[in-house]
Every structure is written in C-alpha cells, then in structure tokens.
C-alpha cells in the first residue's frame, strides 16, 4: 500500500523559494511515490483575511501556482479546503477534547499576537482545524517546513487522545521535516517569510526577482578576499538549485578568492530563471484558462469528501453523534 501523505498551503500571497523547497517541491515528488493529497487551506487564511474578493483570488492564485509548479491531479488529490466541509464538522468534535493550555502554548498564535493582529477564535483554533485536516484524511506523513512543527506535534497528541477517548479511530500522523531544508533563508538571512519581506519570489517579473537576488545581506569581504561559502546566503541558496559538482565548483571559487558577491548573485539568479522558466510558462497557460482550474478543483473536492464522509462516520459513530 501506498503511504498517505497530506499537506496544505494558504492561500495568502505571493508563493516563494522557501515555499517551494521547504513543501511543494517534496509534493511534487511524493506523488510518485504515494498517495498524495494537496489541498489549499482557505479556511485558514479566514482567520486573518476579511476581503472576500481577495481571498477568492488568492485561492484561484495558489490554485494555478501549485498546478504550474507540478501538482498533478490525476496523481494526486488536490482541492480547496472548504468544498470539503466535513473537515469543519472534524475541528469541532477536536476542539471538545483540545486543551486550552495545549493551544495556549502555540508559538504561531503567540508570534501572531505579538506582531499586534487582533486575535480571534478562528486564530486560537487554528492547530485543530489544522489537525482536522490531516486526520480526516487519515494522513500517515505530512511534509512541512520547520514552522509547522509544533502544529504536527499538537495534531499527534490530538489523535491520541481522541484514539483513548472514544476508541482507535485515526492514524497517528509523522511529521516529515527534513534538516537541509527546513528553514530556507531569506535575503536578510532569516528565515524566508511573507511576514519578514525578505523573499525571492517565484512568480514573478524578471526585475523583481534580480532585486530581491541583488539585494542579499553577504558580509563585506572584497572580490579578492577568500570567502566562506557555509556562511553565505548566496551559497545557501544555489545548493537548493545546483548539482553536486555545480555546489563544489561554487564553493572552490568561494575559498579561493577573486570572485565577488555580485558574481555569485548573478549565478543564482541565473539559476533561479533557469528552474522557475518553464514554471512561468505553464502558470500563463491557466492564467488564460481558470474554468479549467476550477473544473480540475471541483473535481478533486468530489473525491476527497468520499473519503473524509468515511472518516466522518466512524467519528459520529465512536462519539455518540450518530444516534
Ligand atoms: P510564510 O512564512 O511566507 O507565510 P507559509 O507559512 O504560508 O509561508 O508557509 C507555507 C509552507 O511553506 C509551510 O509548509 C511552511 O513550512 C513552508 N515554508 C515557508 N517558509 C519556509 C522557509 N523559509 N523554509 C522552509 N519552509 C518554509
Ligand atoms: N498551517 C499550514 C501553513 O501555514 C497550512 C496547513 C493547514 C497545513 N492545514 C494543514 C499544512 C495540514 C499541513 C497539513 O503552512
């Protein structure tokens, strides 16, 4: 049996490179391997957007981004989070058995209320319908960045206790989080993030992408200097799109000196046009297209409430709300 393997993404702007290799690139290669279920996590973006037009966009956006990045769904399962509203039904019989404390430890909601956002119960509850998510779909393996850490380790606890509550029910759900991408570094050198304006995006025109390029934080040692490539952003960065022997190369002319960061930003960019061209391309076509984006998302929610209808009656049945 193929492993089940389920992650989402808001829709809330411009996607980047952290995005990109920190999640959707591993999507794009689990769903050869296994049964991939992609979604695009609207009702979450509702616990900060109030513009209907905007988030309606955003939604259709990261629709044709995650399609042009190679989603595929006739190999995967890939749909917008509320057609399938079982999972809100989910997040409330999970939120009878969440702790208060248990939510009241979440980093991402403290951040959030640290940055000034206004907090609302949507906000707060955010882990359970994360949790929700993934078990409805009785996901096995979920590939996140290192961000979403702490969601996976609540959703683990969740299932748990639902399992001693009211009898085994859900499969416990690993998070996949591997070291080397986990948090991929930003122009400033901190993580990348929407919240930090410090990213590359990927679509986006050519000028705006070599600015962000440019603009990277390196120290300020000169041309001639020898330099680190471990320490480097710029480094950092191209290993995500090189080779092997591209990575030694770069990291040779590093050590050796006569090169400038202006040098090496230039190859990453090149780089980063290289891999994200064709990308560009296909995203055109469903810009031109999006009846068959909405036809390709209508479809996979159709599926998807199958197996989360199933789910959801072995739930009504353990707690009691089936009668
Ligand atoms: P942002 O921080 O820009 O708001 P999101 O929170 O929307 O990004 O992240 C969407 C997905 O991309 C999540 O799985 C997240 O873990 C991953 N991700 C975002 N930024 C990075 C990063 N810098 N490095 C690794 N993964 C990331
Ligand atoms: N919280 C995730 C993020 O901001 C998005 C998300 C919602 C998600 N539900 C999920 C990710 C379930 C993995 C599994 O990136």
């Avoid at 999640?23 to 050869?32: A, H, P, S």
Wanted: hydrophobic residues 35%.
């Amino acid at each position: 049996m193929k492993k089940r393997v389920l992650s989402g993404i808001q829709p809330s702007g411009k996607l980047h490179i952290g995005n990109y290799f920190g999640m959707i690139k591993r999507m794009v290669e689990y769903q050869e391997s296994s049964d991939l279920f992609c979604f695009i996590a609207n009702l979450h973006s509702l616990t900060t957007l109030t513009d209907g037009k905007e988030l309606k966009q955003l939604t259709l956006d990261a629709a044709m981004d995650l399609l042009a990045l190679g989603i595929d769904p006739d190999k995967c399962h890939f749909w917008v989070q509320s057609d399938v509203p079982e999972v809100a039904e989910l997040a409330w019989v999970l939120s009878c058995i969440t702790p208060m404390g248990l939510m009241e430890r979440a980093h991402s909601y403290k951040d959030k209320v640290a940055k000034g956002i206004q907090p609302n119960l949507g906000l707060f509850n955010y882990p359970t319908l994360m949790t929700a998510d993934i078990l409805i779909n009785q996901s096995e393996l979920v590939p996140v960045g290192k961000d979403q850490k702490q969601h996976l380790e609540m959703a683990r606890d969740l299932a748990i206790k639902f399992n001693n509550t009211f009898g085994e029910t859900f499969t416990i759900p690993e998070p996949d989080i591997p070291d080397e991408i986990a948090t991929i570094p930003g122009t400033d050198g901190q993580k990348m993030s929407k919240s930090y304006n410090n990213t590359i995006p990927i679509f986006d025109d050519e000028s705006v992408i070599k600015k962000a390029v440019m603009g990277i934080v390196t120290d300020s040692k000169a041309v001639e200097d020898c330099k680190d490539p471990k320490t480097c952003t710029v480094f950092k960065l191209y290993s995500l799109f090189a080779g092997e022997d591209e990575c030694r190369a770069l990291a040779d002319r590093y050590k050796k000196g006569g090169m400038g960061y202006g040098e090496a930003k230039q190859t990453l960019l090149d780089k980063i046009f290289e891999t994200f061209k064709p990308f560009q391309e296909k995203r055109a076509y469903f810009e031109k297209n999006p009846k068959e984006v909405e036809k390709i998302l209508e479809k996979g929610a159709e599926k998807v409430r199958k197996t989360s209808h199933i789910t959801m009656e072995k739930v009504r049945t353990a707690t009691g709300l089936k009668y």
